[in-house]
């Protein structure tokens, strides 16, 4: 298997540390591949409240299918992602707590010196409330994060609920899943959600089809869907693998000012991850 994706998100309340390799395959335009390092952990933690610090880094390589594109791609091929981030969770009355993250990001091709249009600004906030009788947990808020290729604020809004010992799910927005517990250590999960990437590339790129030859965007937005195993072992470690395919599929380039340059019309296609990753205990944000 080679599969691989973003799994990894600022979106994600836990604090965890992980490596994730993936592939986004269309049966057109590119073959999107991208290495994924996250760390987050707790600086301080209490029963109310803790304080996390993370950080990402990330290595997207695309793989151009040339009779589908009418220009040279070199300056939009590889891309990386660094970012750190601080989040703070507290509890709050009547089963209620907030999380607050604040993320810079630098994502580039890095071909040139670095500017501020490299740099990449996302946070959270998100109410929490735990539905003790019907053993859920309610997430409301807003996500404000570029490595989903959307460069404006969208909902958080998602109904989890562990159904038995076995069986639970998640409605809402941008994830949704049901999953089934095999003991301990082995779980299978149905998943939708929401994926992507957005990247600046720092020097000129010539576009004749849209008359275009300047910095800008490269910018891919993905809705999947698909089967994930997890397998759980040590304390906290787990193993993942997702695998499945695209429902919606978005990549453009465009200009810093956001006007389209030019629309790939990609295709839907295959998608996958595989990672590993360690969890820490925080009831604030599990």
Do not use: C
């Amino acid at each position: 298997l080679a599969i691989l994706g973003s799994g990894f998100s600022m979106a994600q309340s836990s604090d965890e540390i992980g490596f994730e390799q993936g592939l986004f395959s269309g049966s057109n335009v590119a073959t999107i591949n991208k290495t994924k390092f996250v760390v987050g952990f707790p600086l301080l933690k209490t029963d109310s409240y803790s304080l996390s610090l993370g950080g990402d880094y990330q290595a997207t390589n695309i793989e151009y299918v040339d009779a589908d594109v009418p220009f040279t791609t070199e300056m939009i091929e590889h891309f990386n992602m660094f970012s750190g981030s601080l989040k703070f969770a507290h509890a709050l009355p009547d089963n209620w707590s907030v999380v607050l993250t604040g993320e810079g990001q630098i994502s580039s091709n890095f071909e040139n010196d670095m500017g501020g249009d490299d740099v990449f600004y996302n946070g959270s906030l998100i109410f929490r409330n735990t539905d003790i009788e019907n053993n859920g947990i309610w997430k409301i808020g807003v996500i404000y994060d570029h490595q989903y290729g959307i460069d404006t604020p969208i909902p958080w809004v998602t109904y989890s609920k562990q159904v038995t010992e076995r069986f639970g799910y998640q409605l809402g927005i941008p994830e949704m899943y049901a999953t089934y517990n095999v003991g301990q250590s082995h779980q299978f999960t149905a998943f939708a959600k929401l994926d992507g990437f957005m990247g600046s590339f720092n020097d000129e790129m010539e576009v004749k089809v849209s008359d275009f030859e300047d910095t800008g965007i490269l910018r891919q937005t993905s809705v999947v869907s698909g089967i994930g195993y997890q397998f759980n072992f040590l304390d906290n470690f787990s193993l993942n693998i997702d695998a499945g395919f695209s429902l919606y599929n978005n990549m453009t380039v465009e200009d810093h000012d956001g006007n389209e340059v030019y629309d790939f019309d990609y295709n839907n296609g295959f998608y996958g991850t595989i990672g590993v990753k360690y969890r820490f205990d925080n009831k604030l944000l599990d």
